[in-house]
Nanobody, 115 residues
């Protein structure tokens, strides 16, 4: 069983930045696919960004050029640097780990972009 704990959410003005962190309870970050998803009220959960064990990254079109996913294998932590935030980025952001056999989710962290 792997626990994922997100942190770093909050309220930010449009154009601002936030960095989300996802700490895993086991040495898995550099091995499996980890990623960030988000869910806004009334919407389905959607992919934001993923990073594979080999380091390949993937982004939703809506965040390309603004968000960057990265990881620190020694800390078993995945990050999501979010720049030039827009009101439409407002959502609960969830960390995800996929081993191929089992998927794990964090509890989510709220990001609100508003003036």
């Amino acid at each position: 069983q792997v626990q994922l704990v997100e942190s770093g959410g909050g309220l930010v003005q449009p154009g601002g930045s936030l960095r989300l962190s996802c700490a895993a309870s086991a040495t898995v970050v550099g091995i499996y696919v980890t990623g960030w998803y988000r869910q806004a009220p009334g919407n389905q959960r959607e992919l934001v960004a993923t990073i594979r064990g080999g380091g390949t990254t993937r982004y939703a079109d809506s965040v390309k050029g603004r968000f960057t996913i990265s990881r620190d294998n020694a800390k078993n932590t995945v990050y999501l640097q979010m720049n030039i935030l827009k009101p439409e980025d407002t959502a609960v952001y969830y960390c995800n780990l996929e081993t191929g056999a089992v998927g794990y989710w964090g509890q989510g962290t709220q990001v609100t972009v508003a003036s």
